[in-house]
């Protein structure tokens, strides 16, 4: 089974500049998440999708950041502008969601390697 | 405020023995939790979980156990191997619906090196 995709991998930008992140959850999964992780902190959940509709955006910073899910599948984050304490890694996740009759093994969340994000 | 907590940023072990990682928590409507563990340029990889209901889940090499009258669950690795050096983010989900379902909130990490 094919995991969670993300690209690119690395981004350097500078302050200012826009930027776009890409996901691909595992098949089959209804629920997205994008975090931020900041070095030496744990992941910090940016926003949730359960199929296309958004559940969760309360510690999205909305003025710069936007995110979709169009079709339910793949996700876009986006940037605008950046700002150098933006610089940070970005990870995808994905679950099966809470339609699996409550099941707890719904809510365990996998993870993609990541877009490690640089603003000069 | 910082819901869940791993006080201790590293650990260092001998290969063969036991390694403990310890997360405390504050609140109480967190009902499942799990265990990660992340190398460097990695996603966090999920390891084990436990629910609130139980209080050990063995798999492996890798037990977790929960007190939920102390808030606090431990993940012991036996035996520790070199492989097993890794960042482990101990992670804690909500019981309520609505928005805070799937909500996960991790512990800052402890990073584990087994020496040879």
């Known amino acids: 089974e094919a995991g969670v995709a993300q690209s690119p991998r690395y981004k350097i930008i500078e302050k200012r500049q826009s930027v776009a992140f890409w996901c691909n959850p595992i098949?089959?999964?209804?629920?997205l998440y994008w975090y931020q992780q900041i070095l030496g902190q744990g992941p910090k959940l940016l926003i949730q999708?359960?199929?296309?509709?958004?559940?969760?955006d309360s510690q999205l910073p909305k003025d710069r950041f936007s995110a979709e899910r169009l079709k339910g599948v793949d996700s876009t984050l986006k940037i605008q502008p950046a700002k150098l304490e933006d610089s940070a890694v970005y990870l995808c996740a994905s679950s099966l969601g809470p339609g699996t009759s409550g099941s707890l093994a719904g809510r365990t969340q996998y993870f993609g390697p990541g877009t490690r994000l640089l603003v000069l | 405020d910082q819901q869940v907590k791993q006080n201790s940023p590293s650990l260092s072990v001998q290969e063969g023995r036991i390694s403990i990682l310890n997360c405390d928590y504050t609140n109480s409507m967190f009902d499942y939790f799990l265990w990660y563990k992340k190398y460097p340029a990695e996603g966090p990889t999920f390891l084990i979980s436990?629910?609130?209901?139980?209080d050990k889940n063995e798999d492996g090499r890798f037990t977790v156990f929960l007190n939920k009258s102390a808030k606090h669950l431990s993940l012991h690795i036996v035996p520790s191997q070199p492989g097993d050096s890794a960042v482990y983010f101990c992670?804690?989900?909500?019981?309520?619906?609505?928005?805070?379902?799937?909500?996960?909130?991790f512990g800052q990490g402890t990073i584990l090196t087994v020496h040879p």
């Open positions: 992670a804690a989900l909500n019981n309520a619906g609505g928005t805070s379902y799937g909500k996960l909130t």
């Open positions: 436990i629910s609130s209901i139980k």
């Open positions: 098949s089959g999964h209804a629920t």
């Open positions: 999708f359960q199929n296309n509709g958004v559940v969760d």
